[in-house]
């Protein structure tokens, strides 16, 4: 008997992070974890092939229908934040189809620091990155990074075969979160995992309650699309469609699978037809404020449950 009703839609939980770092692994990890008390969907994310559902699939953590693959044809950022129109549609008929679910996990195409969920689609995200990522990664700061509702350092147990610091990793990751919740994880380590489900358990509380309010990490920097007028610098934080942001050229349909469309706030959002992100060109055209520094979202889920300190004491090392 799931340890909680469901007075409520189910919480919407996002993990995103650069290819390879363990979200299918976390994902698996959380179901095999909490299958037995709570009742979980997941919607994974791929560009070209149904590859992550198969293999959560074929792990056995969850009943085979309570794990759908969306392809997305494009890069997976235009799939959970420019463009959420297929995620939601799916996220909400596994809805329908398993009422009630505790918890929908929407697993995000690997992609690179840049990425976010928008929060018309999930209700909160962690950002995964790895050990063996490098230990600088969590230096670089990005929207993710700073700003997810949970930060994890995964793999933690190849850091002495990789030659990375943890506790160094995760004390530049707390530097970069003003003290967000990060969570040094391995499948190795049972300890590390008791804190990622006390983790979520509590933010489960907190969304049942009306407490947990979702937190936008911020738009992608700004960044370079290429097209037959030599390209030009796109922002996702201006507003699409409603006077306040232009392309200034066509899109042609036929060069991108996931096209135009609204998305869940009604904006009409233009398809992408080639991402060449030129991160060096949006710095130049912003001043130099990517996302990293831009914005100051609070963060609190972490304020009410573990905090960075109960996290992390334990897990470092
Ligand atoms: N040593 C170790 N390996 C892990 C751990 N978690 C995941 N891995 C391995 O890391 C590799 C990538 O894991 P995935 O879960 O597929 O990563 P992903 O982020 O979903 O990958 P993409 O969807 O391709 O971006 C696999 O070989 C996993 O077995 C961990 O805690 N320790």
Known sequence: MPEFPTPHRSLRLGVAGPVGTGKSSLIAMICRAMAAEIRIGVITNDIYTDEDARLLRAAGVLEPERIRAIETGACPHT????????????????EADFDPLDLVLVESGGDN?????????IDAQ???????GGGDVARKG???IGRADLLVVNKTDLAP????DVE??????????DGGPVLGLSRTDEASVARLRAW?????????????????PGPMAPHFHADEDGGYVHSHDEKHGDGGHSHGHEHTTGEHSYGAHSDARGHAVSGHDEHRHAEAVADRASGGATGGATVGASAPVSDQLSTADTLTASGRG
């Open 79 to 94: 799939a959970i934040r420019d463009d959420v129109t297929a995620n939601l549609a799916g996220v909400e008929d596994l």
């Open 113 to 121: 620091l840049t990425a976010t969920f928008s929060p018309a689609l």
């Open 126 to 132: 962690i950002f995964v990155l790895d050990v063996a």
């Open 142 to 144: 990005g929207p993710g």
């Open 161 to 164: 075969y990789v030659g990375v």
């Open 168 to 177: 160094q990793m995760i004390s530049d990751a707390e530097a970069a979160r």
């Open 200 to 216: 979520l358990l509590g933010l489960l509380e907190a969304h049942r309650a009306g407490a947990h309010e979702p937190q936008d």
